[in-house]
């Protein structure tokens, strides 16, 4: 770990805290409402920060029961009151919930049936299947997840789903879930750029190759490190090796080093350009970035158990 290690453990930690909401929720900043994503990575920040007085635990059992209050009778969770649940959002609550249930802490009430409702749900929707389009090189029949009902499929909701439903099959999946998630890797493979990598929905369009994006990189990158010997997975890990610091924000940096970290490659150069990053920043505002970026500091002593397959 780097010698500032944990003077910025701290200052985020310490940001975490002091942004909480009264209901046990994170919002995206101090005083906004509770929302599923901030509240996800500060959760897993706090499961795997290293701490464990009583007021850590409080708050871990806090967000739990936040999390638990937010999940409908269809099994998703309600990120806005009223509004579509977002897929990505709920395929991340289903790996920190699976995180959090591996973990020791206190019993909350909270039950595993909620988790597997959740995965139940996540697992019986999918995107709009539309067909080859004259727009892009790409099979419009495979789906996978989108980001709301009656959607196309785009890449971090399918990487989001996948990783949640492939934590869950350590034991042996039953064939809908198989097929769902073959289908997944095909989805993101068909995707994926000619360079490697992934942009956000589609590699091309009209004629134009699009470019590779680093957040998204790592997260299909995820999804798929269970398929090493795709070619698609092994180029997109080649650029994601030589482009991990060429987008410098609290949100591409801490996934790339995850991502790289996951797949067992070389981090040392990326993790002094987040430390970089981070000295010349305020105590951060996004508290969702804030948690992301507590994480994967704190990787060496976690392993990014979370994430592993």
């Known amino acids: 770990m780097s010698p500032d290690h944990d003077l910025l453990n701290a200052r985020l930690l310490d940001s975490l805290r002091s942004s909480v909401n009264r209901d046990g929720g994170w919002g995206y900043y101090t ?21 464990d007085d009583a007021q850590e635990r409080s708050r871990v059992n806090a967000a739990l029961a936040l999390i638990s209050a937010r999940q409908a009778t269809t099994g998703l969770l309600t990120d806005v009151p009223g509004a579509l649940p977002n897929l990505a959002f709920n395929g991340l609550a289903a790996v920190v919930l699976r995180r959090a249930a591996s973990g020791r802490r206190p019993k909350t009430g909270r039950s595993e049936a909620d988790l597997e409702s959740l995965l139940s749900a996540i697992l019986g929707r999918e995107g709009v299947r539309s067909g080859r389009s004259w727009t892009n090189r790409q099979n419009n029949d ?31 999946a039953d064939a809908r879930s198989a097929s769902r998630l073959a289908e997944a890797d095909r989805m993101l493979a068909d995707r994926c750029c000619l360079s490697g990598g992934w942009n956000y929905g589609n590699s091309n369009m009209l004629g134009k190759e699009l470019p590779p994006y680093v957040s998204t990189s790592a997260l299909a990158l995820l999804a798929l490190q269970d398929r090493r010997a795709l070619p698609e997975v092994a180029r997109s890990l080649d650029w994601l090796t030589a482009n991990c610091q060429r987008e410098p924000s609290a949100l591409a940096l ?19 350009a987040l430390y970089a990053y981070l000295a010349a920043m305020e105590p951060a505002g996004n508290v969702a970035t804030c948690g992301l970026t507590l994480y994967a500091l704190n990787g060496p002593r976690h392993g990014f158990a979370a994430f592993m397959l």
Do not use: F, Q, Y
């Not at 959607?151 to 996948?162: G, I, K, L, R």
């Open 142 to 172: 495979l789906a996978a997840w989108p980001w709301h009902d009656e959607t196309s499929n785009w890449v971090e909701p399918t990487a989001w789903c996948t990783i949640a439903l492939k934590k869950a099959a350590s034991a042996p």
């Open 31 to 51: 005083g906004k409402a509770s929302r599923l994503e901030p509240t996800c990575w500060a959760l897993l920040a706090l499961l795997d920060a290293g701490t």
């Open 254 to 272: 801490p996934l790339a080093l995850i991502a790289l970290s996951v797949h067992r490659k070389p981090t040392r150069d990326l993790e002094r």
